[in-house]
């Protein structure tokens, strides 16, 4: 009797295993093109190519330089050869990629393997994830800036008796742009002064920022501009980006120069992250993944006095209001012409899903939070800082993303931005004058719609105002 | 020349017939299409960003490349960086090149070394100039404060100066080239002819002015030639060191090209762009036959 | 008394001699340093660490040479960067070397096709590699020929043949015919009075356009760049790479720009008695 019972236990448990087995080959063996920029963003693929491989994928990675995605990516969706069947990129290009039939639409897979796109901050998931109406992609890298200050200096006793003996007021890290040029030209010391108690090895600076064309060094711009209630067009396509608001802004980055590193025109995203983590600057407004490398001891020289917070506003009717800009961010699409399109959205769901707490918690890649599960699991953060400073992280940049001001999403955005960072490299190199140069970026960008015919712009610029006003992000 | 019979016409015509067409129609086939696809699409309407079909515009695309700042920068920058190029390149080369034409040790080894630089791929130039170029990390920089040469330079950031870097790269990788050439130019002199002046009571600028140099001049030509094709079509170390930047600082003319072509798919002013530097090229190169090559067919 | 004046003055004229000898070696010494540098500097970059790359003052010097980041940026691509490399600079070196040898004796030696042919051959070498890749972007694309080796070679028959041909074309115009015509006399074909006698005698200077012909396939950018995407991945492409902007991985990118640099320079070594000579072969009876 017993021995009867013993066989059926174990057909019954090979049965379930061959079952098991079954599920797990998802896919019947295919060869899945990831597209990604080169660098630490692309890592996941390679982690999690050996799980994939479980499933029945076997990952292809192909990367480009930062700086050429969108040429890389339009050339092969142009050729359309089908080379690439996942690929990251930048939500600036969403409006061209959907708008010209490049990417899948993602909603029937969505209902097979739920992307959970619920669990996502709503400001990134509207205006980055869908276009048209349809899901297009899924995120990837929650990208928003904020303000980064030294807590060991800002806390220094000694340096906040100077500042009020000064300024006639608490050091604090600046609230208002006003602020911040004060907060600047204080840290600014030269090698040999005092810093903190200890004497300097080498000059001291108060803020820098990123300068290079192809790098989102607008958003810089952007940061002040949107806080005054800035916005990039008016309705019928006529660049706003010339007003006041704007000249301030851009006057503002020029008066603030002094106070920079001298080389600060030639900053890209390394030169900044490295000028705040190797300890040459006070403050500056950057990606979230500072704050990872920053308190990254293999990487930093700051671990521990990493502080964040929202980013410099105006006080408007005597409330404060400020904006952080989302640029860059990365999110996972789908080739339209992928010969293998289920396949690649589910790797894409696993890392925009699955894996994605743990990527955006580690400092070894440059992706950040962008899920409500993230910003409520301090604990993941707190791998390499306690995690009370993870809370602060967190709501930091939850807080930054409540009022995020997001990328120009219309088909040739790459050239609007690109012509805009051209005349404010302009105005910083002192060639023109803030307002000669926005007259002119301006001037160009009619000249862009004019070339992309006016009406169909206005029609899909206004869709875009009526997205961003659901997502709250426009009043 | 002696009589050729008939029959040896022939058969010499048919032998250059049979050895020169296949390439040559090769050739043609090869530039026949390109060719074709760019002057057609210059006189259209043509971007990519949209979904609009291209639009037959006439002269439109001719007028606007005439009317285009960007352009005449592009324009500006190139034959700026031919002319401070093939100068200096010309003067350094000549005097590397009489340095070498010694007798000395490691003769030998030292032309090996100093061919280096041309073999070196373009890209790696770029990006290795980079990290030699970077303002605080540099060794160049690095180098310059310790000679207490000065406090170092923004050579990529600074619009002035971003040019200069360039032309500095362009320098170092092809310096050698002209100083092969003109060094095969010098060793090619027979010892006769210096002995000759020495005998006449020349000294020795007087030689290197009146026999050295005329001598040099088919050399100086030939270097003049590569240096000019080459500088016009660079791309590889710009598009690494700049990108055309900082703003449009150092956008040559390929580089702008490659950007209305690739970033902003512009397909019909890119041709349009082609045509004029196909029509500049073509300028040159006549001017080139006509004044320089006066040697039968060269 | 002249004779010891005469003396004298020998002596001093030898001694000023040797200074400006000596004068002249260290300006040498100079230049060659100042050409090396950066070669040196992609050589040290290959064995430092990541931090030692962004270190001030800048590492002039490494102690440890160890190989990993040759083997990552085998691993990141650099692997199949030297086999497409290789496959494509040497096939296309072929068949460039072939054809320009037929075309350049063809045109040099019997003026075929006039000065018209000579001039068109001219231009094209004029003529920017630039305005070629959008047209024949468009034309691969409608070939299905994108990501191929066959693009690659391809087009840069474009760039290399008109070069090849007009440096071979130079070279057989130097030639004297007579060379040719007393083989004729004795009975060779024409073919083989051009292969026995006119090819030994332009050798170097088919050496040096080969030579050339190949290093401008291997370290071709622009047209890899846009005509390939993942089955076809030359190594400027690769690594370019490896320039991400998030972070760029310079030890295994001065590891790969070496290893890329390495049949350069055993070419340049091996043909280097080729190089001056072939380089002006033509071009000396002025």
């Not at chain 1, 899924?138 to 003996?165: H, I, Q, W």
């Not at chain 3, 075309?103 to 019997?110: S, V």
């Not at chain 3, 290093?215 to 370019?240: C, D, G, H, Y």
Request: charged fraction near 20%; glycine fraction near 6%; proline fraction near 5%.
């Amino acid at each position: 009797m017993k021995k009867r019972y013993l066989i059926i236990l174990i057909v019954l448990g090979l049965l379930l295993l061959t079952t098991i087995e079954a599920q797990k080959k998802l896919f019947p063996d295919v060869t899945i093109t990831a597209f990604c920029d080169a660098g630490h963003n692309a890592l996941p693929f390679e982690w999690y190519a050996p799980e994939f491989e479980k499933v029945g994928i076997k990952i292809k990675l192909i990367t480009a330089p930062f700086a050429n995605v969108y040429e890389k990516l339009k050339t092969e969706f142009v050729a359309g050869t089908g080379a690439y069947d996942v690929i990251v990129f930048f939500p600036l290009y969403l409006g061209e990629f959907a708008g010209m039939g490049y990417l899948k639409p993602l909603d029937e897979y969505a209902k097979k393997y739920n992307p959970r796109m619920d669990d996502v901050a709503k400001a990134f998931a509207k205006l980055y994830c869908y276009y048209g109406g349809k899901l297009y992609t899924l995120p990837y890298d929650g990208d928003v800036l904020s303000l980064y200050y030294r807590k060991d200096l800002f806390n220094n006793p000694e340096e906040k008796a100077k500042f009020k003996a000064l300024y006639k007021r608490e050091l604090r890290p600046p609230v208002t742009w006003d602020e911040l040029i004060d907060v600047a030209k204080f840290f600014t010391r030269k090698k040999g002064e005092k810093l903190a108690g200890k004497v300097l090895t080498e000059d001291f600076y108060g803020y820098a920022f990123i300068a290079q064309r192809g790098s989102f060094a607008y958003a810089w711009w952007l940061a002040e501009f949107a806080s005054r209630g800035g916005r990039y067009f008016d309705e019928n396509m006529k660049p706003m980006i010339n007003s006041p608001a704007g000249v301030t802004a851009l006057q503002r980055i020029v008066d603030v120069m002094p106070y920079c590193p001298p080389d600060v025109l030639s900053y890209g995203y390394e030169e900044l992250k490295d000028a705040l983590i190797l300890g040459r600057i006070a403050m500056c407004l950057q990606w979230p993944c500072n704050w990872k490398k920053g308190n990254d001891p293999a990487q930093s020289k700051i671990v521990g006095n990493v502080g964040i917070t929202h980013v410099p506003g105006i006080i408007k009717d005597g409330k404060l209001v400020f904006r952080a800009p989302m640029p860059c961010g990365r999110v996972l699409a789908v080739s339209a012409s992928s010969r293998n399109p289920e396949a690649a959205y589910y790797v894409a769901k696993v890392l925009s899903y699955d894996k994605s707490l743990a990527d955006v918690s580690t400092p070894k890649t440059g992706l950040d939070p962008f899920r409500i599960s993230h910003f409520n699991n301090p604990k993941a953060f707190a791998e390499f800082a306690p995690e009370s400073e993870a809370k602060e992280y967190l709501s930091a940049l939850r807080k930054n993303l409540t009022y995020g001001y997001p990328d120009l999403n219309l088909p040739g955005s790459a050239e609007y931005i690109d012509v805009l960072e051209i005349y404010l490299g302009k105005a910083y190199t002192k060639e023109m004058t803030p307002k000669a140069a926005l007259d002119a970026a301006a001037a160009e960008w009619e000249k862009i719609t004019e070339r992309l015919g006016r009406a169909n712009q206005i029609k899909i610029y206004k869709d875009l105002l009526q997205s961003w006003k659901e997502a709250g992000i426009l009043e | 020349m002696k009589e050729e019979s008939l029959n040896v016409i022939v058969g010499k015509k048919r032998f250059a017939r049979w050895m020169t067409l296949p390439p040559v129609l090769i050739l043609v086939a090869l530039v026949v299409g390109p060719l074709g696809f760019l002057l057609y699409s210059s006189f259209f309407d043509w971007t990519l960003t949209i979904p609009a079909p291209p639009k037959f515009v006439w002269f439109k695309n001719y007028v606007e490349v005439f009317k285009d700042i960007r352009f005449w920068n592009a324009f500006k920058n190139t034959v700026l960086l031919m002319i401070l190029g093939i100068i200096t390149q010309s003067i350094l080369g000549l005097i590397l090149a009489l340095l070498l034409n010694r007798e000395f040790k490691l003769k030998k080894v030292a032309i090996t070394i100093l061919a280096l630089p041309i073999m070196i791929t373009p890209v790696v130039i770029g990006f290795n100039w980079r990290i030699i170029y970077h303002e605080h990390f540099g060794p160049l920089n690095y180098i310059i404060r310790l000679l207490r040469l000065g406090s170092g330079a923004s050579w990529i950031a600074d619009p002035k100066l971003a040019l200069i870097s360039i032309f500095i790269v362009d320098t170092w990788q092809w310096t050698p080239f002209v100083t092969l050439i003109l060094l095969a130019g010098l060793q090619s002199i027979p010892r006769q002819v210096y002995e000759a002046s020495n005998v006449d009571g020349a000294s020795s600028w007087q030689i290197f002015r009146r026999v050295t140099l005329p001598l040099l001049r088919p050399m100086f030509v030939l270097v003049v030639l590569f240096r000019t094709i080459w500088i016009f079509k660079i791309f590889d170390p710009v598009f690494i060191l700049t990108g055309g930047g900082p703003g449009t600082a150092t956008e040559t003319l390929s580089l702008y090209t490659y950007i209305n072509g690739f970033k902003l798919w512009r397909i019909g002013y890119t041709s349009t762009l082609a045509v004029f530097q196909l029509i500049i090229m073509n300028i040159v190169a006549t001017i080139f036959v006509r004044k320089f090559m006066r040697r039968g067919s060269k | 008394m002249t004779n010891e004046k005469a003396y004298e003055e020998f002596k001093r004229r030898i001694r000023r001699k040797k200074i400006i000898h000596w004068f002249q070696n260290l300006l040498l010494l100079f230049f060659i340093i100042v050409f090396t540098f950066p070669i040196y500097w992609i050589f040290i970059g290959a064995f430092k660490q990541k931090g030692e790359f962004f270190h001030y003052p800048p590492i002039f010097f490494v102690n440890h040479f160890d190989f990993e980041n040759f083997q990552r940026s085998f691993e990141l691509g650099g692997a199949k960067g030297v086999r497409d490399s290789l496959i494509v600079a040497s096939l296309n070196a072929l068949f460039v070397l072939i054809l320009a040898l037929f075309a350049g004796y063809g045109i040099g030696r019997f003026k075929y096709g006039g000065p018209n042919l000579s001039f068109f051959v001219l231009s094209l070498l004029f003529a920017p590699p630039i305005i070629a890749v959008m047209p024949l972007f468009v034309i691969f694309k409608n070939l299905h020929l994108i990501d191929t080796y066959i693009a690659l070679i391809v087009s840069y028959l474009l760039i290399n043949l008109p070069f090849a041909t007009w440096l071979i074309k130079g070279f057989v115009e130097d030639l004297p015919e007579e060379i040719e015509s007393a083989a004729l006399v004795d009975g060779y074909t024409r073919f083989r009075a051009f292969w026995k006698v006119t090819f030994p005698l332009i050798l170097p200077g088919v050496v040096v356009a080969t030579l050339f012909v190949f290093v401008f396939a291997w370290n071709e950018f622009l047209f890899a760049l846009i005509f390939t995407r993942s089955s076809v991945r030359t190594l400027p492409v690769v690594l370019t790479e490896l320039i991400g902007g998030h972070g760029i991985q310079w030890g295994e990118l001065s590891a790969l720009s070496l290893v890329a640099t390495i049949p350069s320079i055993l070419l340049v070594i091996f043909f280097q008695r080729y190089l001056v000579r072939g380089l002006t072969f033509g071009a000396i009876k002025g």
